[in-house]
């Protein structure tokens, strides 16, 4: 099985294709759709927004993507979900977040409707 790739704009794995055979390596992006939608400033500010806010988590906790496309998008705040989804889906390929439907790890290629994001290995608090 060749490796497995993650789009460099959506961070959704990338299906692989016999026609990339020879240069899968190489292949950055999940559609052309993506290869011309670079990643900019504002895109790693969410990336940096999104682990900040993993990180305050209490352990274990999970938090609303909507919280960060808030603090960063302003009364906008709903034109920028699809940008921090992606950004969490891109920290979700690098092995930081996981997404979390119905309190249980989904894949965030494939996740469709609300999720919630999580620090990947969390301590998990002691239970009584
Ligand atoms: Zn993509």
Redesign the pocket.
């Known amino acids: 099985m060749p490796e497995e790739r993650f789009?460099r704009?959506?961070g959704?794995r990338i299906e692989w294709r016999r026609k990339w055979a020879a240069d899968w390596d190489r292949i950055a992006?999940?559609?052309e759709k993506?290869r011309r939608r670079k990643i900019g400033a504002r895109d790693r500010e969410i990336e940096r927004a999104l682990v900040s806010r993993a990180l305050r988590a209490a352990a274990g906790a999970t938090f609303c993507p909507s919280e960060v496309a808030r603090a960063v998008g302003g009364e906008d705040w709903r034109a920028w979900m699809e940008s921090v989804r992606e950004a969490a889906r891109r920290l979700v390929a690098k092995g930081e977040l996981e997404v979390l439907q119905r309190g249980a790890v989904v894949d965030a290629s494939t996740a469709r409707g609300p999720i919630r994001l999580r620090r990947v290995n969390a301590p998990v608090p002691p239970s009584r």
């Open positions: 789009c704009r959506c959704r992006y999940c559609s993506c």
